[in-house]
């Protein structure tokens, strides 16, 4: 470790299997307030909005991330819990199933509208990179139950659907009662 840091974890799946439901709620708010932060920052390449409303919406953004991280690690004596770059199709199917243990274990978190723009934020982007179709998006997420459904669209788009030939997966729930399906 260098001096003056601390060590940075990653949070697993198979550890937020292991959350207790209330851990899980407030993890499920840091994430959430950190993917708000992320959205805000936008896309670097298209220069962002650079006006002083936007530039103070995003440092209001970081420091609610912040505040809510530094006390989720105080309150429950872990280390910072980071995510890797989520830039290929495996880390960010990897990042979407932990989010989704973290959420089905957490049974009364906030809807996490945030997350879920990042997961399809992130999965448009390699998307567009790969040169596939991207995850075709369920209604408006209300409720928690809708962002499993979402995040379970995304992950089975990063399993099957990034790497072949260009199709779209449907999000369960999203105008269909059927499991995830290839329309093509």
């Excluded at 448009?124 to 790969?130: G, V, Y």
Aim: glycine fraction near 8%; proline fraction near 5%; charge should be positive.
């Amino acid at each position: 470790m260098l001096e003056g840091r601390r060590n940075v974890s990653q949070i697993t799946e198979r550890t937020a299997e292991q959350l207790a439901p209330v851990q899980a709620a407030e993890l499920a708010a840091v994430i959430d307030a950190q993917a708000r932060w992320e959205n805000l920052r936008g896309e670097p390449s298209r220069g962002g909005d650079g006006t002083p409303t936007a530039l103070q919406n995003r440092q209001k953004a970081y420091e609610a991330f912040r505040s809510r991280q530094a006390a989720y690690t105080t309150q429950y004596r872990t280390a910072p819990v980071s995510e890797t770059t989520l830039n290929t199709p495996d880390r960010l199917g990897e990042w979407c199933r932990t989010a989704r243990a973290v959420l089905l274990r957490a049974e009364t978190a906030a809807c996490p509208a945030h997350l879920i723009a990042k997961a399809h934020r992130l999965a448009d982007r390699i998307a567009t990179r790969l040169g596939t179709t991207i995850v075709e998006r369920g209604a408006p997420v209300e409720d928690t139950a809708g962002a499993i459904r979402e995040l379970t669209a995304v992950i089975a788009w990063c399993e099957t659907g990034s790497g072949s030939a260009p199709h779209v997966l449907k999000a369960p729930g999203a105008g269909t009662t059927e499991p995830l399906v290839k329309v093509a």
